[in-house]
């Protein structure tokens, strides 16, 4: 079964990203091997079954590239700078926004414009877009300040379903169980009923939290239903008691900064909880990656990105990897020596593929997660308890393509090729 991404996080959206349309960078229109005209990255997202990307540039052009080399799928140039992009739950469509008045339905197979929604009269950027979990419809949202709402469309007549004015929606997440919507202004958290279109309840800031930058950035639902965390401008992360609308726990990915000139910020692209939930990682804009023992508070993950300035960033369905866009301002030697070695053919100064938690934990959890028989999940877990990460890929690789998700199997592979290079 596959596992939909139900979270959307927000793109850092300012003058800084209207800024790179004159930033030389490298552009990715493929997976596979491919020269292509510089660009930056501002829109990523993986596809529900993990097989594809879409990737959307500041020239407005969005992108559906193939990890089997297939030839990469071209949408039509649909805004200024592309800034949101969310694959139905399907991936028969592809969902895609920016600066401009509208946001886009796409055939993802062939990439023909399905449908567009006229968002807002004026001409400004989309905050969010959201697929609804049954693909029926699709929420919108838009930073306008004549008019600020939110939306949720149908998608077969481009109706509006429901709306509820005044309010700019940033981060988005589905409860586990699909009967809420959590959605973020700037320092708050709303929670919608998803068949009523509802405010049931809110998580309401902390006294001061706006004065120091907890302007929310990302959400991620814990599966129990029970926490959640979210990300803010300010580089830190705090697991908020649902129930009790308290903080469990707080983390810092990075210290605090304002915009300077080389625009990089500490804030938080997207987040998620990994292995079972006692583990989480963040990105942060400024190319840092971070996770953390949930319980202990230890920093378990302190790594640098390629990409100095990152805009968008997506979790694999399965949560092994992470897709990186931003921009490479002023790249280092080490830097561009890494994109002319990148053998993957990425280059890394704009778009990147990490592992998110390379960890035994980890790969415990996406190998439960992944379906397979009874004798191939024991086999391969025999070998993680054994740390035999070569053993684990030799028994992997010999499974018949149907026993697992291609998605689920390219995790698998990936965290366990990073697990191996930490052995040596």
Known sequence: ??????????????????????????????????????????????????????????????????????????????????????????????????????????????????????????????????????????????????????????????????????????????????????????????????????????LEPEQGDFDNRYQISSLDWATDGQTMAVGYLNGQVRI??????????????????????????????ALRYMADETRLVSVSEDGTLRGWDITTGEVIINQDLAIPVVYSADFSPWGGQIVVGGTPIAPTDSQVAMTESNTTGLPTNTLEIVVADPSAETLQAITDACGLASAADQALTAEISAQDYVGFTTQLEALPENALPPGCRADLLAVAAALDAQGE
């Open 1 to 202: 079964m596959y596992i939909f991404n139900r979270t959307v996080n927000v793109n850092i959206i300012t003058a800084a990203l209207l800024t790179m349309l004159i930033v030389p960078s490298i552009a990715i229109k493929s997976l596979a091997q491919e020269e292509t005209p510089p660009q930056t990255v501002s829109a990523v997202a993986w596809s529900p079954n993990g097989e594809r990307i879409a990737i959307g540039d500041v020239s407005g052009s969005l992108v559906i590239s193939n990890f089997d080399n297939s030839p990469p799928i071209t949408l039509t140039e649909q805004a200024a700078i592309t800034t949101r992009v969310d694959w139905s739950p399907d991936g028969a469509l592809l969902a895609s926004g920016g600066y401009g008045d509208s946001v886009s339905i796409w055939d993802t197979t062939n990439g023909n414009l399905v449908r567009t929604f006229s968002i807002s009269e004026e001409n400004i950027v989309a905050t969010l877009v959201l697929w609804s979990l049954d693909a029926q419809s699709i929420f919108t949202s838009s930073a306008t300040n004549t008019a600020p709402s939110l939306r949720e469309w149908d998608v077969r007549d481009g109706t509006i379903r429901h709306e509820l004015s005044g309010f700019e929606a940033y981060a988005a997440t589905w409860s586990p169980d699909g009967q809420m919507l959590a959605v973020s202004g700037l320092v708050q958290i709303t929670f919608i009923d998803s068949a009523t279109f509802t405010q049931q309840n809110r």
């Open 240 to 269: 908020w008691d649902l129930a009790r609308h308290r903080i469990l726990h707080t983390f810092q990915a990075n210290e605090s900064v304002s915009r300077t000139s080389n625009y990089r910020t500490s804030s938080i692209i």
